[in-house]
């Protein structure tokens, strides 16, 4: 018997599907060997998620760390596709998922939802090396129709390839603004992982272990 009124399962996946405090060391090793192209990253993607869609995510991203390191945007791209999309992501077959995650996944896709990722950042293997490669109808990252979360489009693509009304799917987030809010301007249900509920949070539901968000399911939907 399928849950009532949903047909799909979203998730982030950084920090939501696995701790955040798993990336301190790996974080730390290339911080201290790249420490300006983290941080040129991190402005670059602050100011793209500000500004909204654009063409050519990977080389606008690529054109704002040039100017700040003061390379060329091709360097900046290579730098980008080596340090972070290639020697960071092998990290995640050193990490483990948050208890729970994978018995509400099979429980989800025995309900009949269709279950999905959505991330900021490429998905390349890590949902494999996390253990969970297994469990998806659709991942996808957001750079991949020129945004960041929690820009509407994102959402709006998520739609249209989970082929679902946005009231029919729900998204699992760790980060209130992106994930939450996100969701939720864009008529998802939204539900939050996080151990310290947000007054007045516009999350359907909060919750710190996937055991609650399960039983959540079972009574919200069932």
Known sequence: MAPLRLGAIAFDLDGTLYP????????????????????????????????????????????????????????????????????????????????????????????????????????????RDLGLG???NLTFSSEEVGA??????CFQELCRRLELPPSAILYVGNDYRYDVVGAKDSGLWAAHLTRKPKPQSRADFSFAHYSELLEWLKGSFL
């Open 20 to 127: 955040n405090s798993q990336v301190l060391w790996p974080s730390l090793g290339l911080a201290l060997t790249h420490p300006r192209l983290l941080l040129a990253l991190e402005g670059a993607r602050r100011d793209l998620r500000s500004r909204g869609p654009v063409q050519d995510f990977h080389g606008e991203q690529a054109s704002l760390v040039a100017q700040r390191l003061n390379i060329t945007p091709q360097t900046a791209l290579k730098l980008i596709e080596e340090k972070i999309y290639t020697e960071w992501f092998r990290n995640f077959s050193r990490f483990t998922v948050f208890e729970g995650v994978r018995p509400l996944l099979e429980q989800c896709r025995r309900w009949g939802l269709k279950t999905a990722v959505m991330s900021d950042f490429p998905i390349r293997q890590r949902l």
């Open 134 to 136: 297994d469990l998806w």
């Open 148 to 153: 960041l979360k929690p820009d509407p489009l």
